[in-house]
């Protein structure tokens, strides 16, 4: 088993990073009252996204595709109603038509692909590129769509191909996939032990004990609740069993009314499988007020536990209806104030692991999950000033596949260590979940302008370098 190695002085010393500014903490050059001019001129050189030639390694076909999709996910009527406007069209054409239409088309610009060899050929093709693939399996359940426990078995059938999928291929070297919870404990429960955890703490040993077979009794639930938790807790040691030491299983957060149960069955499986390196990771949502306190919670709670945490740091995607929900039940409001706010929060908990890591590389590991280009400027700033090894494992970049090629690609020919979040399956299986992920990112995917610029800049010249070959030139499309 392996032992602390943070002290108890070093812990308080994190912790009073997240009360004496966000953003100066650790290397005192980039201030709140800072213009942007002034933060650029302590970035890498090297590291910029204004090069169209980051998108060279792109076929024409996936350039103009990418455009054409890029310029309706710009339009905010289509973005905000496009699981109606898609069910409409889906209602219309029928199921067969509707995915001849979308297979070329979105379907193809952000999904991996349905069959053994569509998933493989882009694979390939993103290893050729020099990034890596995180699988995504498009399941998820929110309040009221609960399916049951045979469902529940269903998903978990699912997750475990997906673990054997990541691990069998020679994709990564380093092999990563995603996990929602809610694919395998029912939304409602993980309310209910919200709710329990607000007034009482459970023991993780006790839950590492149930996801072992021991029949548990939980404060608080009722029989029927206790036995689904208890089924749940072993499915999640099943995924634990097939993935240690061979994939590394990020789970996502979702919304503040089931987070803390989250959180729990996360840490638990931490404390089981993540004795000896990071193989189960949790995620925390800088847009939220409170993250900062849960990610140092979340690095006290592995030093007295001591086992090793990994760490998947986001922005968070479900702003609008986190505010609609507090101000329908009173409550004050969970998301931070501003953009502005949100940066500082994100670039603070940067700090924080960046730090750990430049200490103890092998206890702690992070990918800084991100589309925005000045966190990942500063990610790669700060790597540097801390001699952290860019490809070494302990420090990763992650982007929605599909979306920010311009600077996923950038960083991999930089030597960093880059994934892609990549969902697969037929386009029935996928829709919801893409669906809901245009939802939440709606203001990325308005926001691609300079994504959008980019690519028409290189097609633009292509068609140039085309029209001279035409004339006699010598280089061809």
């Known amino acids: 088993m392996m032992t602390s190695r943070l002290s108890l002085h070093h812990f308080l010393t994190l912790r009073s990073l997240c009360t004496t500014g966000p953003r100066t903490q650790a290397s005192g050059q980039l201030k709140r009252s800072s213009s942007r001019a002034a933060q650029a001129d302590s970035l890498p050189v090297m590291l910029t996204f204004e090069d169209p030639s980051a998108f060279r390694v792109k076929t024409f076909r996936e350039l103009v595709r990418a455009l054409g999709v890029f310029q ?42 349905e069959s053994d ?54 994709w990564s ?29 459970y023991d993780l040993n006790l839950l590492v004990r149930a996801m072992e077979g021991e029949p548990i009794s ?14 749940g807790l072993q499915r999640l040691n099943k995924i634990g069993e097939a993935s240690a030491n061979r994939v590394r299983v990020l789970v996502d957060a979702e919304y503040t009314y089931i987070n803390p ?30 993250s900062q306190s849960l990610l140092l919670e979340a690095v006290r709670l592995s030093i007295n536990e001591s086992f090793c945490l990994g760490v998947k740091l986001v922005r968070g995607a479900y702003m609008d209806k986190e505010r609609n929900l507090a101000k329908k039940k009173g409550r004050s409001d969970p998301v931070h104030e501003s953009w502005e706010h949100t940066n500082d929060s994100y670039n603070g908990s940067l700090d924080i692991v960046l730090k750990l890591i430049s200490q ?47 600077v996923s690609l950038t960083l991999a020919q930089q030597g960093y260590s880059v994934y892609k979040s990549v969902p697969y399956g ?25 994504e959008r610029d980019l690519l028409r800049r290189e097609v633009r010249r292509r068609i140039m370098q085309r029209l001279k070959w035409q004339r006699g030139g010598e280089e061809t499309i």
């Open 173 to 201: 070297k380093d092999p990563m996939m995603q996990l929602k919870i809610t694919a395998l404990i029912s939304p409602e429960l993980c309310v209910k032990l919200t709710s329990i955890l607000s007034e009482q703490q």
């Open 360 to 406: 103890d590389p092998q206890r702690y590991r992070i990918i800084v999950a991100t589309h925005n280009e000045m966190s990942v400027q500063y990610a790669a700033l700060r790597i540097g000033e801390l001699g952290i090894d860019r490809d070494g494992g302990s420090v990763c970049f992650g982007q929605l596949l599909g979306m920010c090629d311009h």
């Open 261 to 290: 149960a989250l959180s729990l069955v996360t840490m638990a499986m931490m404390k089981k499988f993540n004795q000896d390196s990071a193989w189960i990771w949790n995620t925390y949502q800088c847009y939220l007020k409170e």
């Open 117 to 170: 060899r569509e998933i493989a050929q882009s694979m390939e093709k993103m290893s050729s590129l020099g990034l890596r693939p995180m699988l995504a399996v498009p399941i998820e359940e929110d309040l009221g769509e609960s399916s049951g426990e045979r469902q529940y078995d269903q998903n978990l059938a699912s997750m475990l191909e997906c673990v054997n999928m990541s691990h069998s291929n020679a």
């Open 72 to 113: 309706l996910c710009s339009v905010p009527i289509l973005v905000n109603n496009c699981g109606k406007l898609m069910s409409i069209a889906q209602t219309l054409l029928g199921k067969r038509s509707f995915s001849i239409v979308i297979r070329p088309s979105v379907y193809a610009q952000f999904v991996a692909g």
């Open 218 to 231: 939980f404060p608080g639930l009722l029989e029927i609740e206790n036995e689904h938790f208890l089924r």
């Open 426 to 450: 037929s386009v029935n299986d996928t829709l919801p979940y893409l669906v809901r992920r245009a939802q939440e990112n709606r203001t990325v995917l308005q926001g691609i302008r300079k």
